[in-house]
């Protein structure tokens, strides 16, 4: 088992910066990959951007591309997602996730473990 807990949402305002932190526990050494996705009112959940934990990979949405950096922290076995130049169309609940053996970063589906999700609201 793996256990996330997210933290640091919050609002902000347009053209603001957020950093959202996801630490990780249980059994880490068994994790791939760590993603974030986000899901907004009556939208499906969609990927955000992920990173290998061992190798340091980053993958990132096209809409997020420039505007949010991902890393992680292996001795604090933390995940962080870097947003800057928000936009309203980023308010969402952000969900942090981990990957155990899928390989892929981009679905949903694939990823074992989730997080309980942090707001992120972007006010125009």
């Known amino acids: 088992q793996v256990q996330l807990v997210e933290s640091g949402g919050g609002l902000v305002q347009t053209g603001g910066s957020l950093r959202l932190s996801c630490a990780a526990s249980?059994?880490?050494?068994?994790?791939?990959?760590m993603g974030w996705f986000r899901q907004a009112p009556g939208k499906e959940r969609e990927f955000v951007a992920a990173?290998?934990?061992?190798?340091?990979?980053?993958y990132y949405a096209d809409s997020v591309k420039g505007r949010f950096t991902i890393s992680r922290d292996n001795a604090k076995n933390t995940v962080y997602l870097q947003m800057n130049s928000l936009k309203p169309e980023d308010t969402a609940t952000y969900y942090c996730?981990?990957?155990?053996?899928?390989?892929?970063?981009?679905?949903?589906?694939?990823?074992?473990?989730w997080g309980q999700g942090t707001q992120v609201t972007v006010s125009s």
């Open positions: 996730a981990a990957e155990i053996s899928s390989r892929i970063v981009y679905r949903a589906r694939d990823y074992d473990y």
């Open positions: 990173i290998t934990w061992s190798g340091g990979l980053t």
């Open positions: 249980g059994r880490t050494n068994r994790v791939y990959a």
